[in-house]
Structures are given as structure tokens and as C-alpha cells.
């Protein structure tokens, strides 16, 4: 790797807080608002993807770091496995902005100068966690993201979402001061605490004292990520309006987190430490008996934001399994599954945002029929929910086979069947939606047609993407490459080996 100085890490963070404020100030002026959202995500695709050619040579671009206090400092640096969020978060910001002003302006709903600029420090709280270089900036931006997302769990005001938004607090931050002492922990035996492929923590204290540290690394993560029975706070924020569910589900808190604990594992302990340790298997059993668990609880489900809460949860400890593995597939499988879940869940989330406006329908036994009102909106639905099934050629199965494939790296052929069976409980309880929409006959001859077309038209990108990356997986942003390169740095392994580049 090749280490070259560059400021464009931290102008990727700074971009949307600057339109953060300008969206504050315009407030009396919904399409001035609008527009500053809108300027800033094509901006930040711009500087985002700008940086793509010099990574995927192999440099690393960094900023100087910021002394906060001697051997503490701020640092932003765009690496391979960064610029896999980067690149996810600021596509879909821009997407989801789109759908958002169509989403807000269907509903009505008040508020909307706070939630556009809360949104907008949410994306800046992704970009420094995507890029942070070592823990400290790493936990600065992870709680800024904490904080950021809480007035958009309780958008509505009403007491269903500030009891939503309570749950959220707690469970995150206290989740946060636990990976908060596990950071003071390692920054008093390894000082710095700069993220480097394949970890820094071997033989920097007894096995005791590692264990206990990735321990309370991995609570502080996992809770974000969703992992049982740590997921408690996620069903009820579904309370918050859909464009923020899929913000949570897709773009960037559970992804925050799923991302945070694939950095512990790959940058901070390292695979043959984590061998050493057999803590890893621990959190491999965790994550499966996630995925199982939080597959059956979805199937009875009827609100369809809560069914696609409890598959979120499941599909983020696809990611944990991930990097629990230790292989060189199995991590880039994780890696893969976050970009793959990205662009899966967001469309069946815009697909339920659409069908709320138009139909203030929210639960499925009402869906009967949609879908001939509604063809494209739950179309897409059902093509992504056989993403989120793994079928072929959408992108869900490229992740998921290399997943299974690491687990038969690792000798842990039981992850496979976990796999498996989480596909059929995954087409059990999301293909029946699309099957009702379409094929069974409706009650209500109510004619209501698709939504606007500045939600419409999200729904068939992402849709469409998610097709697109199943047959091309480097395609827009190569982010199977980047996996790739990440994984081979973690493990010391032939880039060729993994398919990559």
C-alpha cells in the first residue's frame, strides 16, 4: 500500500455539514431546502468517487491527523474497505434524498427542515466512519451518528416515536461507552490505535485481557448491527417515517455497525489472533443463531415494516457471520453483503414508503390486489425479495455464495446449512407479499395508482442495481473488487486468489 496525502477524505465528511446549515437557515424556503440536499449528495458522490482510481491502485489517501491531546488524534483516511461505504452511503444518500422530498411532501409531514439537516449530519457522521483511521475517530463519529439519527427516530412527535427514539438512546449509547472503555483499554496497551490489515493487538497483552477487550469492542458494535439480543431497539423505531427506516436498514446505522465489527475483527485483532483467541466462533454462533431466529420472528409479523425490521436484522448478521469466519471468503462475502443488503432492502423499504402514501395501507393483509395498481412499485418489492432469498443473478447471491464458500474455507460446513435454511425462511416470508399483491383479489375498489414519480423512480433504481450488480458485481462502483483487496490485505493472501482486479 502506498500512503499519499490528500484532503479529500475530510471534505467528504465536511460537504453535508456545511448543507446541514444552509438547509437550517432556509427553512422558510422548502425549495431552496431541497435544493442545498440535493447539491451536497451529488457533491459528495463527486469527491467520494474521485478517490476510487488512486485506491483501487492501491494508494491510501490520508489527511495529517489532528492532535487532540499527545498520542490522541482525529484521522480520515480512504482504504479499500472505506471506500466500500463511502461509495454505498453517498449513491444512496443521493437516492434517498429524491425519495425523500417526494415521501415528505406526499405525507405532508411538518418538521422537515430539522429532518433534511439531521439527515444530512447523518451522512457526514458515515463518511467520517468510513474513513476514520484509527478507534478514537472511529467512536467521534460513530456517537455523532448516535446523536444524529435520534430527532429522525421521533420525527412524528407523537409518544409512540419519542418512546421509539428513548429505546434507541439507550440501547446505543450505552452500547457506546462500552466500546468507548474497550478503545481506553487498547489505547493504554497500543497506543494510537491505528487501523492496519490484519490487526495490531497480537502480543500487546494476555489472551484474558484481548478477549475481555473484543468483547467489549464487539457489544459496542453489535448493537447497531442488530445482533440478538441486542436488536430490541430496531423493531420500534420503525415508528420513524420510511425514507429514515431505510436510512437505519440500509445506508447507515446497522451498517455502521455491522461495518464497525468487520474493522474490529480485520484492522484491529486480525484473523490469526482471533484464531488464537476463539472468541470468533463465538460470535460466528451468535450471528447464526441471529439469522435463524429473527427469520422465523419476521414470518409472523403482519406490519410489512416490521417484517422488514426482523429481515434486517437477520441479514446484518450475514455480515457478522462474515467476518466471524476468518477466511478470506468469508470476509469478502461480508464485505460484499453490506453493498448487496444495501440495495435489496432500501428498494423493499421505498416500496413500502409508496405504499403508505398512497394507500395509508401498512400491513400486508391489506396488500391484497396492490399489485395491480400498483405493478411497478411491487415488482420491484418482489424482485428484491427474491434478492434477499439469494436467488441468481441479483446480488444477494453473489454475497451469499461467498459466504457459503468461506464457511467450507474455515471447515464449518454447518454455517452452510444455517444459509440455506435462512433462504428458505427468507422466501417464506417475503415472497407470499408480492404473491398476494398480485394474484389475489382485492375487497376495495379504491384506484390510487403509483406514487410520484420522484419516489417511483428511486424504486426502479435500486431495483434495477440490484439486478446489475447481480450479474456485474464491480459494476458503478467496483465494489467486489474493493472486497476484495480488503480481504486479501487482511489475510496476506493473492488478490487473484479472492477474484479480485
Not at 36 to 52: E, F, H, N, Q, R
Not at 173 to 189: E, H, K, N, S
Not at 353 to 359: C, D, L, S, Y
Not at 450 to 461: F, N, Q, S, T
Amino acid at each position: 500500500m502506498e500512503f499519499v496525502l490528500d484532503y479529500r477524505p475530510l471534505w467528504a465528511v465536511l460537504i453535508s455539514l456545511i448543507a446541514a446549515a444552509l438547509i437550517m437557515v432556509s427553512g422558510r424556503y422548502p425549495n431552496l431546502r431541497e435544493t442545498w440536499t440535493i447539491a451536497a449528495a451529488v457533491g459528495k458522490i463527486i469527491i467520494v468517487y474521485s478517490m476510487l482510481p488512486a485506491v483501487l491502485s492501491g494508494q491510501v489517501l490520508e489527511m495529517e491527523p489532528i492532535d487532540i491531546v499527545q498520542g490522541i488524534s482525529l484521522h480520515l483516511r480512504a482504504d479499500s474497505m472505506g471506500m466500500i461505504f463511502a461509495a454505498l452511503a453517498s449513491l444512496l444518500w443521493l437516492v434517498t434524498s429524491f425519495y425523500s422530498i417526494g415521501y415528505m411532501r406526499g405525507d405532508k409531514a411538518k418538521h422537515q427542515t430539522g429532518y433534511f439537516a439531521s439527515f444530512a449530519v447523518c451522512l457526514s457522521a458515515t463518511m467520517g466512519i468510513a474513513f476514520a483511521a484509527n478507534l478514537i475517530t472511529f467512536f467521534v463519529f460513530y456517537e455523532i451518528l448516535t446523536i444524529a439519527t435520534y430527532p429522525l427516530v421521533i420525527h412524528k412527535r407523537n409518544q409512540e416515536a419519542i418512546n421509539g427514539g428513548r429505546k434507541y438512546l439507550a440501547y446505543t449509547l450505552i452500547a457506546g461507552q462500552l466500546f468507548l472503555i474497550g478503545i481506553i483499554w487498547t489505547q493504554i496497551i497500543a497506543p494510537g490505535g491505528e487501523f492496519v490489515p490484519g490487526g495490531f493487538m497480537a502480543g500487546k497483552a494476555t489472551a484474558g485481557t484481548l478477549s475481555i477487550i473484543f468483547t467489549l469492542m464487539i457489544l459496542g458494535t453489535a448493537v447497531k448491527a442488530g445482533v440478538m439480543p441486542l436488536h430490541g431497539w430496531l423493531p420500534t423505531a420503525m415508528v420513524a417515517p420510511t425514507p429514515v427506516s431505510a436510512l437505519l436498514h440500509a445506508v447507515a446505522v446497522v451498517k455502521a455497525g455491522a461495518f464497525g465489527i468487520l474493522r474490529i475483527i480485520g484492522y484491529v485483532f486480525g484473523p490469526e489472533l482471533l484464531n488464537q483467541l476463539g472468541v470468533a466462533d463465538v460470535l460466528a454462533w451468535i450471528a447464526a443463531f441471529t439469522i435463524i431466529v429473527s427469520s422465523l420472528i419476521a414470518m409472523k409479523q403482519d406490519h410489512l415494516k416490521r417484517r422488514l425490521a426482523f429481515s434486517t436484522i437477520g441479514q446484518l448478521s450475514y455480515v457478522v457471520l462474515g467476518g466471524a469466519l476468518l477466511t478470506p471468503l468469508g470476509l469478502l462475502g461480508g464485505m460484499y453483503h453490506i453493498v448487496a443488503h444495501a440495495f435489496m432492502k432500501i428498494t423493499l423499504f421505498f416500496c413500502a414508503g409508496a405504499i403508505h402514501i398512497r394507500t395509508h395501507k401498512d400491513y400486508i393483509s391489506q396488500m391484497r390486489g396492490i399489485g395491480k395498481q400498483m405493478p411497478i412499485t411491487m415488482a420491484a418489492f418482489t424482485l428484491a425479495s427474491f434478492g434477499i432469498a439469494g436467488f441468481p443473478f441479483i446480488v444477494g447471491f453473489i454475497s451469499k455464495w461467498n459466504l457459503a464458500i468461506g464457511a467450507l474455507q474455515a471447515g464449518k460446513a454447518l454455517y452452510v446449512a444455517v444459509l440455506i435454511g435462512s433462504a428458505m425462511l427468507s422466501t417464506a416470508y417475503l415472497i407470499p407479499v408480492g404473491y398476494m399483491a398480485f394474484f389475489k383479489e382485492s375487497t376495495e375498489f379504491n384506484s390510487f395508482g403509483e406514487a410520484r414519480l420522484d419516489m417511483l423512480i428511486p424504486i426502479v433504481i435500486t431495483a434495477v442495481v440490484s439486478v446489475l450488480l447481480g450479474i456485474f458485481p464491480n459494476a458503478i462502483a467496483n465494489f467486489y473488487d474493493l472486497a476484495a483487496m480488503s480481504a486479501s490485505q487482511i489475510v496476506d493472501i493473492s488478490l487473484e486468489l479472492l477474484g479480485g482486479l
